[in-house]
């Protein structure tokens, strides 16, 4: 069994930053992956970015490419961080953090640990 602990988030103007933190405890070892994924006010829930844990490759939705970055935090199992610049109105969102044990990348349904989620609201 994996925990997942988002933190972060909060309210800021478009074009601003905001850093979101996710931590797992549990079985972090068999942790292949890590993302983030956003629901919308539309209740739609997007990919937003993910990562192979142990020094792998990320993987960004092309919304977020060039204004968002994952990564992994350095000396901690199982943590990420995601770095969210040029924040706009359409980012708004409640922002899962997902962990797998099956793999990793884009695709929600590789991801069985999620955390409760964290706001984020971009106003214009």
């Known amino acids: 069994q994996v925990t997942v602990l988002e933190s972060g988030g909060g309210s800021v103007q478009a074009g601003g930053s905001l850093r979101l933190s996710c931590a797992t405890s549990g079985r972090t070892a068999a942790i292949l992956g890590m993302a983030w994924f956003r629901k919308t006010p539309q209740n739609e829930r997007e990919a937003v970015a993910a990562i192979y844990t142990g020094g792998g490759n990320s993987f960004y939705a092309e919304a977020v490419k060039g204004r968002f970055t994952l990564s992994e935090e350095r000396g901690a199992q199982g943590r990420v961080i995601l770095e969210m610049n040029d924040l706009r109105p359409e980012d708004s969102g409640v922002y899962y953090c997902?962990?797998?044990?099956?793999?990793?990348?884009?695709?929600?349904?590789?991801?069985?640990?999620w955390g409760q989620g964290t706001q984020v609201t971009v106003s214009s």
């Open positions: 997902a962990a797998s044990t099956r793999g990793g990348g884009l695709l929600d349904s590789l991801y069985g640990f």
